[in-house]
């Protein structure tokens, strides 16, 4: 299947923003029948001519052609790539440089209404507390291109030290409580054990576990369950999410952990989401030696899992 997918050629060309022509695959297509072409042809005129210098010069005809396509082709690869460079650049600048403004929003609107909310009324409250929450909903978007962009170039630094996960989880959900309550979810939390102390970044690994609890949420309907629980297996303290949402249609699950991958029934329920959080969720569990799978079915649900190191 993934020998399929490497040579569908107009997939790809989407993907890259290319015409099929200029794919890598289609080039290597088209140089292999070269090849072939060409030693076939060298076959015949060897049975044809006997001179040595006929040989010669069909045999250097071949290596030149071989050559031409090869360059061809590293060129595609060496432009595909420092366009990349270029976009990955453009958006860290373009995100640092959103930063600083946003903040600033956020400190003012937050200024407004400690320190001044007396002198507003109700519907000028509610204006502020708007601004403030596009702001802030921006800052997040913002922190995840910085996040993508330095996962991509290799710079994503964590920082490791022991971590107690149980505590963790406790306030990540306490955090979410508020949201779930809106939506009449009930959130159990199983706790196997009383180990589950692992070596994290205390930030990071908070950021995957709101990421997968925010995903529960989100695509969980009214009066529905989502079952948090820990466990130790194998010397690995083993984090699951499970709910009883949406899921994920059976065809698109092997583009979940993706860029900016959101599934059909995602967008359907018009939930709001970047389709980042989990392609960053699954690149911090790897970095600090673990890993993350999931398990779903279509208007069924989705448990989500991730492992890490126990100290």
């Known amino acids: 299947m993934e020998i399929v997918n490497d040579f569908n050629l107009k997939k790809q060309a989407e993907e890259l923003g290319v015409s099929v022509w200029k794919t890598p695959s289609f080039l290597l297509i088209v140089m292999g029948f070269?090849?072939?072409?060409?030693?076939?042809?060298?076959?015949?005129?060897?049975?044809?001519?006997?001179q040595p210098e006929v040989l010669i010069g069909a045999e250097s005809l071949v290596v030149s052609i071989i050559l031409?396509?090869?360059n061809s082709i590293i060129r595609q690869v060496e432009e595909m790539a420092k366009l990349n460079?270029?976009?990955?650049?453009?958006?860290?600048?373009a995100s640092h440089q959103l930063r600083t403004p946003l903040s600033a929003i956020r400190w003012e609107t937050e200024l407004l209404l400690s320190k001044f909310s007396c002198g507003l009324d109700a519907k000028q409250c509610k204006g502020i507390e708007t601004?403030?929450?596009?702001?802030?909903?921006?800052t997040r978007l913002v922190n995840d291109l910085l996040d993508v962009t330095r996962i991509d170039q290799g710079r994503l630094i964590l920082k490791k030290e022991k971590v107690d996960m149980m505590k963790i989880v406790d306030e990540t959900i306490a955090n979410f409580l508020p949201l779930a309550k809106v939506k009449n979810l009930h959130i159990m939390v199983n706790k196997k054990n009383k180990k589950s102390t692992v070596v994290a970044?205390?930030?990071k690994i908070k950021l995957v576990l709101e990421n997968l609890l925010s995903n529960s949420i989100k695509y969980t309907p009214n009066r529905g369950k989502i079952e948090v629980s820990l466990a130790v297996v194998e010397g690995f303290l083993v984090f699951s999410i499970r709910d009883n949402g949406v899921g994920i249609p059976k065809e698109q699950q092997n583009h979940v952990f993706s860029k900016f991958f959101r599934s059909d029934n995602a967008v359907r329920y018009q939930t709001e989401g970047t389709g980042l959080g989990l392609y960053i969720a699954k690149n911090i569990v790897e970095q600090l030696g673990g890993k993350i799978w999931f398990q779903s079915i279509e208007e069924v649900g989705s448990v989500f899992s991730f492992s890490l190191p126990l100290v």
């Open 131 to 138: 601004i403030n929450t596009l702001a802030t909903r921006m």
């Open 85 to 93: 460079k270029m976009k990955t650049e453009f958006v860290s600048v």
């Open 68 to 70: 031409i396509i090869g």
């Open 201 to 203: 970044d205390k930030e």
């Open 34 to 50: 070269v090849i072939v072409a060409a030693m076939t042809a060298t076959y015949f005129v060897s049975q044809i001519y006997d």
